[in-house]
């Protein structure tokens, strides 16, 4: 702009999307006395980018927040987490994980345990022959389960207790308890009646 000496000017910095004045005044006024340049600087916005990786409806941390800064018109990208434990498992996701930056950005994802399945058999031993129906239930990893024993038919009893019949779910279970035929033994006796003389040796059979 052509200006005559003596004139008044006055020069105000222009908003400019993405970008924040870095001077101290926005505005530069006076009077002409020589030809003379006004220069104003930007400088690129910074905004926070907080990326946090909680337990479902919580703010119990399974990994270490991430925070970091990014500039106003760029683009940025968020993650789940490869940090947390395996007990879990991802559950959704508060924010938006993707986009373009134009101010602070929170984004939260939930992380849930995951769901095992349990399954119990009854089993003849030696055999996959069913002597109760299979129970299957879920339960969260971490969490304790216990199971126990059928009633089945009165002719069978059980072999013995499995080893994994209790104890921490951190996958799907399978227990399966055995059982067999009960034995019973008879003796066969030969006693002079009324007495218990033996008139022959006992014979004993199982």
């Known amino acids: 702009k052509t200006l005559n000496y003596t004139d008044r000017y006055s020069y105000t910095a222009k908003d400019i999307t993405n970008y924040q004045f870095s001077g101290t005044n926005k505005t530069i006024s006076g009077t002409v006395t020589g030809n003379k340049e006004i220069i104003f600087y930007y400088t690129r916005k910074q905004a926070t980018l907080t990326v946090h990786h909680y337990i479902e409806v919580t703010t119990t941390k399974l990994a270490d927040s991430e925070i970091?800064?990014?500039?106003?018109?760029?683009?940025?990208?968020?993650?789940?987490?490869?940090?947390?434990?395996?007990?879990?498992?991802?559950s959704?996701?508060?924010g938006t994980p993707t986009g373009t930056v134009a101010g602070d950005i929170t984004v939260i994802y939930y992380y849930k345990l995951k769901t095992a399945t349990?399954?119990?058999?009854?089993?003849?031993?030696?055999?996959?022959?069913?002597?109760?129906d299979d129970v299957v239930t879920t339960q969260?990893?971490?969490?304790?389960?216990?199971?126990k024993a059928a009633t089945v038919d009165s002719n069978y009893e059980l072999v013995g207790t499995p080893n994994n019949a209790s104890g921490t779910v951190n996958g799907n279970i399978t227990v399966t308890y055995y059982y067999r035929q009960k034995s019973a033994t008879?003796?066969?006796?030969?006693?002079?009646?009324?007495?218990?003389?033996?008139?022959?040796?006992?014979?004993?059979?199982t």
Not at 186 to 205: I, V, W
């Open 140 to 147: 969260k990893y971490t969490t304790t389960y216990s199971t």
């Open 68 to 90: 970091s800064t990014v500039y106003w018109g760029n683009t940025y990208s968020t993650n789940k987490s490869s940090n947390i434990s395996t007990d879990y498992e991802y």
């Open 186 to 205: 008879l003796t066969g006796n030969h006693y002079k009646e009324g007495t218990t003389t033996k008139l022959a040796d006992n014979e004993t059979s």
């Open 92 to 94: 959704s996701v508060q």
């Open 118 to 132: 349990i399954t119990i058999h009854h089993y003849i031993e030696g055999t996959t022959t069913k002597l109760a």
